[in-house]
């Protein structure tokens, strides 16, 4: 029995725009001290090696210091790690591989697989790897992998674990891709014995593969998008060749993320709504290393809309990043004039509330709901529209504040 770590899809250098610089620092720190936390994971579960399957950079061009604090960490991890090149940092003219900072600074104990087929990395254990050449192979890189190997099942005590890259044609029944891997093909090598293990990386979210244990994507240890599934782990696999088919692979997730990515989906109509929402935003933990991704819909007036653009704004503050997409902001603002009169606006400020709500509603956009009443419009739908309600949210609040 061989005991590995899979991991993959670490994409060290990655940039997100919904990040502050200072959140972006942060961000990048927590991906590279992944693999530290990654190499305690192989060390106290007692892994032979750690198979990285892929994207392990961001791209092919990185500055040297995020190339030197990624092979730093490396440095520390206990076992000796594989590295795959994948569609992000392929074995290209320009590869971080063949970089100088990377071959004179790589620790003895890390390897590329650099080379297609199959390596020995261990008496008794096999990996056959499939690395990316470039970002459009055109063709399927696993299974010409596997097809390199002799014909029948592996020889008598040995484990042999493929390690590939990108997607598989059970979510991509179409092959869209040339470079689609072909899951039937894998599957019979598995059932054969060729092959024991099939260690995947290109999918963040933790899959298993045509619901069998021995085709995995382990997901990326930082998630990096709020779509994905389940992120955040590496899994650590045993392999048992002596076993039937169904009984060699046992899969076992660990969590080592330390970021998150949260969709809130809420409905703001009331005062107790903007109550609720303001609660729940005080309850989230680890605000710090949370990126919120914010979809709201209702009807607020523009008072309770200037009080949502506070709370906004003092959340904001506390989170990694709050991420509010046009797209999903559906939040109609009812013009009252009644708050206008009980703030007694005069002269020029009562001329500016009655040009911007005029603006406002100059700018009907379909196919949005429309508004409870005449004088109401729609959140979101067009600069200008846009540029009105913020303004009266602003004065309001101003207003509000010398009054």
């Known amino acids: 029995m061989v005991r590995i770590l899979h991991t993959a899809d670490w994409q060290i250098g990655l940039t997100r725009r919904f990040l502050e610089p200072e959140a972006q620092a942060r961000f990048s720190a927590a991906r590279v001290e992944a693999i530290r936390a990654l190499g305690r994971v192989a060390q106290e579960q007692g892994c032979a090696l750690v198979v990285v399957s892929g994207d392990v950079f961001e791209s092919n061009h990185l500055t040297g210091q995020t190339v030197r604090r990624a092979l730093e960490a490396l440095r520390a991890v206990p076992v000796p790690v594989y590295l795959l090149p994948g569609n992000h940092d392929p074995l290209d003219a320009a590869s971080v591989y063949r970089s100088d900072v990377f071959t004179r600074e790589c620790p003895p104990h890390v390897h590329v697989l650099d080379a297609a087929g199959v390596h020995e990395v261990a008496p008794g254990l096999e990996l056959v790897a499939a690395p990316w050449e470039s970002k459009h ?3 399927d890189l696993v299974g010409e992998a596997v097809d390199l190997l002799p014909e029948g099942p592996a020889p008598d005590g040995v484990v042999r674990v493929v390690v590939g890259h990108g997607g598989v044609d059970d979510f991509d029944p179409q092959w869209r891709d040339a470079a689609t891997i072909r899951t039937a093909s894998l599957a019979a090598a598995l059932d054969e014995g060729r092959v024991h293990y099939v260690a995947l990386g290109d999918r963040h979210s933790r899959t298993a593969v045509a619901g069998r244990e021995d085709i995995h994507y382990p997901g990326a240890p930082e998630p990096t998008r709020e779509t994905e599934v389940d ?33 809130l989906e809420r409905e703001v109509d009331t005062d107790a709504d903007l109550d609720a929402l303001d609660a729940e935003l005080r309850g989230l933990v680890d605000k710090d290393r949370t990126v919120l991704f914010l979809n709201l819909r209702g009807t607020l007036t523009v008072a309770q809309h200037a009080r ?5 704004e003092r959340h904001r503050d506390h989170l990694g990043a709050m991420v509010e997409r046009e797209q999903h902001r559906q939040v109609v603002v009812v013009s009252d004039d009644e708050v206008w009169r009980e703030l007694g606006l005069g002269g020029y400020l009562a001329a ?11 700018q009907p956009q379909a196919p949005a709901p429309a508004p409870a009443s005449g004088d109401g419009f729609v959140v979101g739908r067009a600069d200008d529209e846009e540029s009105a309600r913020d303004a009266l949210s602003l004065l309001y609040r101003l207003s509000r504040s010398r009054s």
């Open 137 to 139: 192979p055109g063709r």
């Open 231 to 263: 992120p955040g782990h590496a899994l650590v696999v045993d392999v048992d060749p002596g076993r039937a088919v169904g009984e060699r692979v046992q899969v076992t997730p660990h969590p080592v993320a330390t970021w998150r990515f949260l969709v």
């Open 308 to 312: 949502l653009e506070e709370l906004r």
């Open 352 to 362: 500016a509330v009655d040009e911007m709500q005029s603006q406002a509603l100059e």
